[in-house]
């Protein structure tokens, strides 16, 4: 984001263009930011003007190109900007530019968006318009994805752009919830790819809203697009991973009985905050050993 700033301000740039998934316009956020004033520090944010960001997604994945937040990994840790001037000006998403995109990468960015979708709607903050965005999100997606990985189509690869986009437009209002916050370890530490890493325990968190006296809000209107019954949710949401060639256990991709302890631990109480499931520590352990 630095270099990209630096870069930015030799050559009297007026406006900056991202190309690529999450991180480059992530990375594009942040050289806006940098170059206005900004750092990952606690500091105040920027008084001026940011440059105006034109993003252009290559993968059905983040939505970054709809939210006013960024993200990079620094010494270990995760940091997060978020400010309203961080969303882009201009957005294109053009699904012919995905077409190359190999089945791993459909499925790994498929999932952080469908994901995104799900939880947005189960989240503390939704309004009207949030919740319209992530249930046709949703939709968009579970009817798309297996046959984007298996068996891609240009009308496939639409429905995609359109359902991330969507999910993207929805977690800027809400964020994300408990199977994100639980994913950045499994990233960083275990080297899972981050869509991954939130599928991994998505169905583990639906069951354990399911098995509290009063399932947390939105956890119905979830269920409802996944399955007729909780049960048949959570078994959808795993087929659809086995279908799409997605790790299905924590095991398979190296995670031991050992390291849940200290995943859960790790996990940023602030980024909980968005979720009315509230899971203690020992809850976090448990969704983990599920996912086991």
């Not at 499994?186 to 009063?214: D, K, S």
């Amino acid at each position: 984001m630095q270099a990209a700033a630096a870069l930015a301000e030799a050559s009297s740039c007026r406006a900056i263009l991202a190309i690529g998934g999450g991180t480059s316009i992530d990375t594009a956020k942040g050289a806006a930011w940098c170059m206005a004033g900004g750092a990952l520090a606690a500091q105040p944010a920027p008084e001026i003007e940011l440059l105006p960001i034109f993003a252009v997604p290559t993968t059905a994945g983040t939505g970054s190109e709809a939210t006013h937040f960024a993200v990079c990994w620094h010494e270990g840790r995760k940091h997060s900007l978020a400010d309203p001037r961080l969303l882009p000006t201009h957005a294109i998403v053009d699904s012919n530019l995905h077409q190359s995109l190999s089945p791993r990468l459909t499925a790994t960015a498929g999932f952080d968006a469908l994901c995104q979708a799900l939880e947005s709607l189960w989240s503390l903050n939704p309004t009207k318009a949030s919740r319209e965005d992530a249930t046709q999100a949703a939709q968009l997606l579970l009817g798309s994805i297996e046959g984007a990985v298996t068996q891609p189509t240009p009308e496939l690869r639409r429905k995609m752009a359109r359902g991330a986009h969507l999910a993207g437009r929805a977690i800027n209002v809400t964020k994300t919830t408990t199977p994100h916050a639980l994913s950045y370890a499994l990233t960083f530490e275990h080297g899972i790819p981050h869509g991954y890493a939130v599928a991994l325990t998505f169905a583990h968190c639906l069951r354990l809203r399911h098995a509290r006296e009063q399932s947390p809000p939105g956890t119905a209107l979830v269920s409802e697009l996944l399955g007729s019954t909780s049960e048949a949710a959570v078994a959808r949401f795993q087929e659809l991973q086995e279908r799409c060639g997605a790790p299905t256990t924590l095991s398979a991709v190296g995670v031991k009985e050992c390291d849940l302890e200290l995943i859960a631990a790790s996990v940023d109480p602030n980024r909980l905050a968005n979720d009315p499931l509230a899971p203690t520590a020992e809850e976090l352990v448990e969704i983990l050993r599920g996912a086991l």
